[in-house]
């Protein structure tokens, strides 16, 4: 998000400033979800397939105990052995794949993080990182790592890195004014859809109201 598009707008530098604030945190938290999501999906894959494989215990110890049963029934019991190993190999892969899927994603969001620059806005980001996640897996790319493979996707037509994909550097960031005992009584709080569809002219009309709001957080 750059800080001359909200200018041009129409916002005040104290509008901005709140603004740029909430946009990072919503960075932050989408990283923590990401991993979050990660986590939880390995527990749950890893229990599934604990199930599966004591099936799998089941289905031997009912064939070695089972040995005076006539040919027939012994086959019935060794076709759904196949059957259950055919879908546990099935399943196991599956998983593995949506793993290494989501522990990209979140590797990704990491690199990006790390890089100390901040996006123009939410979906360049989301772009570059759909696009980063896609080489990672794309034999053209094979064996480069996220740092070999970002030059070329913000590479411009003439060869050398666009400038638009990344925020202007914030300049006019100053120490807050400090308050004192101020008794003066909160204004009501706006939720994120109002303040939405708000113009310049209705947040700068609302702008003590919707600071509460965005320092209780928006929802």
């Known amino acids: 998000m750059k800080r001359k598009f909200l200018e041009e707008q ?8 709140a603004i740029m604030a909430e946009h990072g945190k919503a960075v932050t938290e989408a990283s923590a979800k990401a991993a979050d999501e990660l986590t939880k999906a390995t527990a749950s ?26 040919a027939e029934s012994k086959k019935k019991i060794e ?10 190999k099935e399943l196991k892969n599956g998983f593995d ?3 290494a899927k989501l522990r990209r994603e979140a590797d990704t969001k990491e690199f990006l993080r790390g890089l100390g620059k901040e996006f123009a806005n ?3 980001q989301n772009s570059i ?3 980063m996640n896609e080489a ?18 913000i590479k411009g037509e003439d060869g050398k890195e666009r400038t638009d994909i990344w925020a202007l550097p914030d300049t006019n960031k100053t ?9 003066k009584p909160i204004p009501a709080a706006f939720t994120a859809a109002q303040i939405k569809e708000m113009s310049p002219q209705e947040i700068n009309a609302n702008w003590d109201s919707i600071k509460t709001t965005l320092g209780r957080g928006v929802s």
């Open 175 to 183: 120490a807050p004014p400090e308050t004192g005992g101020s008794t």
């Open 97 to 99: 794949n949506e793993t």
């Open 45 to 70: 894959h890893q229990t599934q397939i604990a199930k599966l494989e004591k099936q799998n215990e089941e289905f031997q110890a009912a064939i070695a105990s089972n040995a005076g049963l006539d």
């Open 10 to 17: 129409g916002f005040t530098k104290e509008q901005i400033d």
């Open 129 to 131: 990182e759909a696009r």
């Open 122 to 124: 939410l979906e360049t």
């Open 136 to 153: 990672l897996t794309d034999k053209a790319y094979e064996g480069k790592n996220r740092a070999d493979i970002l030059p070329e996707l």
């Open 79 to 88: 076709d759904m052995q196949k059957e259950h190993d055919k879908q546990l």
